[in-house]
């Protein structure tokens, strides 16, 4: 048995993160894209139903929380996005009419296929 406490060699840095609340997640604008592996998936139930927070490690921003919308909640929900998985998601640039008159950018959302 050890009995030193044992360091890491030289040039690591800290791999553990605090970790977020939510309150600090991004939102996508028109035509911003998230790319890379999903590090985490938190989920809960809010006044309008379930709501799911990814933790994503982006390949230009590092580690991001972002709350999932759209497609990225659908394929949530259906258990076809999962901690570890690659995804891209993409906030749309063309409005989508809603049937009460309204609109909103749609939010797309692909997971790489290891096929």
């Known amino acids: 048995m050890a009995s ?3 360091s890491a060699p030289d040039g690591f840095v800290d ?3 605090s970790t977020s609340d939510g309150s600090e997640a991004i939102e996508l604008s028109s035509g911003e894209t998230l790319f890379g592996p ?4 938190t989920e809960g139930e809010g006044d ?3 709501w799911f927070r990814l933790t994503i490690k ?4 590092g ?3 972002y709350f999932a919308e759209d497609e990225v909640k659908t394929a949530l929900k259906q258990g076809n996005l999962e901690r570890g998985d690659t995804v891209w998601i993409a906030r749309g640039t ?5 049937d009460d008159g309204g609109s909103y950018l749609p939010t ?8």
């Open 108 to 115: 797309f959302c692909k997971i790489q296929s290891l096929s």
């Open 38 to 41: 999903v590090l985490d998936i």
């Open 4 to 6: 030193e406490m044992p």
């Open 63 to 65: 580690v991001e929380d």
């Open 94 to 98: 063309e409005e989508q009419e809603l």
């Open 48 to 50: 309008y139903g379930p």
């Open 58 to 61: 982006d390949k230009d921003r």
């Open 15 to 17: 791999a553990a993160a």
